[in-house]
Nanobody, 125 residues
Framework: QVLLVESGGGLVQAGGSLRLSCAGS????????MGWFRQAPGKEREFVAAATWIGRNTSYADSVKGRFTISRDNTKNTVYLQMDNLKTEDTAVYYC??????????????????WGQGTQVTVSS
């Protein structure tokens, strides 16, 4: 069982930056691949970024590549999403998720076993 809690969301102007954090409980945090997803009103949940168990392998959605960076600190049981050059279309609720297959780094929501409650990111023009 992994409990995930996101933080760091808020309101920012277009072109600005935010860093989201996701703190996980449990001693086995490092044995999970971690992902970030987002969901805008009226839209399906979509993949943003993923990192394998030690963060060596990462992947990104095309829409955020070059602007967002996923990283993790297993000593702190925390995964981060650094978001730079934010755009209005990045507005969504952002969720972190844990996948018990540590090497997968999947882009598919159904592959993830545990989810946080989400944090709102709003980008104004």
């Amino acid at each position: 069982q992994v409990l995930l809690v996101e933080s760091g969301g808020g309101l920012v102007q277009a072109g600005g930056s935010l860093r989201l954090s996701c703190a996980g409980s449990g001693r086995t945090f490092s044995s999970y691949a971690m992902g970030w997803f987002r969901q805008a009103p009226g839209k399906e949940r979509e993949f943003v970024a993923a990192a394998t168990w030690i963060g060596r392998n990462t992947s990104y959605a095309d829409s955020v590549k070059g602007r967002f960076t996923i990283s993790r600190d297993n000593t702190k049981n925390t995964v981060y999403l650094q978001m730079d050059n934010l755009k209005t279309e990045d507005t969504a609720v952002y969720y972190c998720a844990a996948d018990s297959s540590p090497l997968r780094g999947s882009q598919v929501p159904y592959d993830y076993d545990y989810w946080g409650q989400g944090t709102q990111v709003t980008v104004s023009s």
